[in-house]
């Protein structure tokens, strides 16, 4: 059985951890399968949409595998885009959702606050738990938690190593949304499908322009910068953005073609 599982559906990848048995917990294997995956999602102009999550019913991903850690084996060079081929991948313009079906603690908080966009189980909740077994929450979890929810909020939480609930993590504002367990894929997929109906390279530029934007030294440069960004370069002589205009003045649903 792979230990990872890679589908596609119409425009939407969606990348499945695939170690139930071990609440889909990193081996080192695995982060070499993941960067390729997300590689290929990237590089595939025909994909808009990756969506992230684990297999079963417990866990989306209880971070690394402290069996390989323990046999010293999980230090091993990461790949090109750090942990789970994720963590550090600040180049994919295109949306990336967690779909988060239960504990995401550790690396595997980690790689659902590198997504976009978090959808949860009512069963779902996170945690940087790595000071308790004497490590740190080094794969973007101390610097993207203080990010996203404000640095003394994130500190209590960083400090106790405490869990988020899922209910919690939306009053924060780290997660989009809250469902029933049994309403998860279903929920995820309206929010691709609502993505799908607005110009994927749009969508792209758009993301860029917020991400670099945060890097800026002020709103007055992000504003003046964002012309310079390649998202928004392509995006000004791409057919899609003369296909809206067009389909609106049509009377009719535009053709998205991502070019």
């Known amino acids: 059985?792979?230990?990872?599982?890679?589908?596609?559906?119409?425009?939407?990848?969606?990348?499945?951890?695939?170690?139930?048995?071990?609440?889909?917990?990193?081996?080192?294997?695995?982060?070499?399968?993941?960067?390729?995956?997300?590689?290929?999602?990237?590089?595939?102009?025909?994909?808009?949409?990756?969506?992230?999550?684990?297999?079963?019913?417990?866990?989306?991903?209880?971070?690394?595998?402290?069996?390989?850690?323990?046999?010293?084996?999980?230090?091993?060079?990461?790949?090109?885009?750090?942990?789970?081929?994720?963590?550090?991948?600040?180049?994919?313009?295109?949306?990336?959702?967690?779909?988060?079906?239960?504990?995401?603690?550790?690396?595997?908080?980690?790689?659902?606050?590198?997504?976009?966009?978090?959808?949860?189980?009512?069963?779902?909740?996170?945690?940087?738990?790595?000071?308790?077994?004497?490590?740190?929450?080094?794969?973007?979890?101390v610097h993207r938690l203080a990010r996203q929810i404000g640095l003394k909020r994130a500190m209590g939480y960083l400090f106790t190593c405490a869990r988020i609930s899922a209910q919690d993590g939306y009053a924060l504002g780290l997660v989009n949304a809250v469902v029933a367990p049994e309403r998860l894929a279903e929920e995820t997929q309206a929010w691709c499908d609502d993505i799908l109906k607005a110009a994927p390279l749009s969508i792209r530029a758009t993301k860029q322009a917020a991400m670099r934007g945060l890097d800026e030294p002020s709103l007055a440069a992000a504003m003046q910068n964002q012309n310079d960004y390649p998202a928004y370069a392509r995006w000004r002589t791409a057919d899609d953005t003369r296909e809206g205009p067009r389909a609106f003045a049509e009377k009719r649903a535009p053709n998205w073609t991502g070019r």
């Open 1 to 141: 059985m792979a230990d990872i599982l890679v589908s596609k559906a119409g425009r939407v990848t969606t990348v499945t951890l695939n170690r139930p048995q071990a609440m889909n917990a990193i081996t080192p294997d695995m982060h070499h399968a993941l960067q390729d995956a997300f590689d290929a999602f990237a590089a595939d102009e025909e994909q808009f949409i990756c969506v992230v999550t684990g297999a079963g019913e417990r866990a989306f991903c209880a971070g690394s595998d402290l069996k390989a850690v323990a046999q010293g084996d999980f230090y091993r060079a990461y790949p090109k885009n750090g942990y789970a081929g994720l963590i550090e991948r600040f180049d994919c313009d295109k949306p990336i959702i967690a779909a988060v079906n239960g504990l995401a603690l550790g690396g595997g908080f980690e790689i659902a606050l590198a997504c976009d966009l978090i959808i949860a189980s009512e069963t779902a909740s996170f945690g940087l738990p790595e000071p308790r077994v004497g490590a740190i929450a080094i794969g973007g979890g």
